[in-house]
């Protein structure tokens, strides 16, 4: 993980023998129908705790026949999870943010031919038209389910649901912040920690979003009061995305 999103938890000592016994143990893999091999999760990003795991991905030949009995070992005392991909269907296949978000936190372990780095370099990187997407939604649907849908709940007499908006609404205002800082959405295990690590962020964001968040009730005067704080970080991006997408709001609001 690049120092931006560190984890203060790490223990050095744990990810250099994780780091170890998973170099070790691909050992076995290193052959002819393995494309390339990838560490993924907590190794690749620099981190190690008592609930990490050890990811690697296994990328093969179409034709290759891997024997795994299952994709969870135990060596070493370290759980090993083993991904296991076929390289010609990654190239043809969509992957999704989740999985271009773990990728793009990886090490590249093993790669011959410099094929795996090719797949990667196509397949990752945050496209221009998604990212104008990410930043237009973002917007939009994150003002309609924090002002809109809450208030709709409440006239139908669900005042958990009302709250529950606000969930929705954050993870789509959270697309956004990701979009604004050209980066790729993080997975959602690790979505708000990445946020607040982001450098491009509404001023007074970090107080502002504990006022969101906050749920003292489940009352009309809570979805107020946490709207409020919430349009304060709103306000500030809608000029950014503008500049940005080269239209205003309305306009926006309606391509939504």
Known sequence: MSAQFSIASSDP????K???VAKEFVQQYMREDIIGIVFLGAI???YFDHAADIDIALFKKQAATIPLTTNFLKVQGFEIHIHLEDFDSGIQLLWDMSKRWT??????????KGLITQLLQEKVPLKPEERKWLLMSGLALSEWYI???THLWVERGNMISA?????????????LLFAINNELVADMKWRYYCVEKLQRLPLNFHERIKDVLLLNAFTVEEIERRKGAFMELWQQMVPLVEQEVKLPYVE????V
């Open 44 to 46: 690749a990003r620099g």
């Open 252 to 255: 926006i609001k309606n391509l």
């Open 13 to 16: 000592s744990q990810l250099e």
């Open 163 to 175: 709250h529950h908006m606000f969930d929705q609404g954050l993870n789509y205002f959270f697309d």
């Open 103 to 112: 990728y793009s936190q990886c090490q590249v372990y093993c790669d011959p």
């Open 18 to 20: 994780a780091s170890q």
């Open 147 to 149: 002002n809109s849908l």
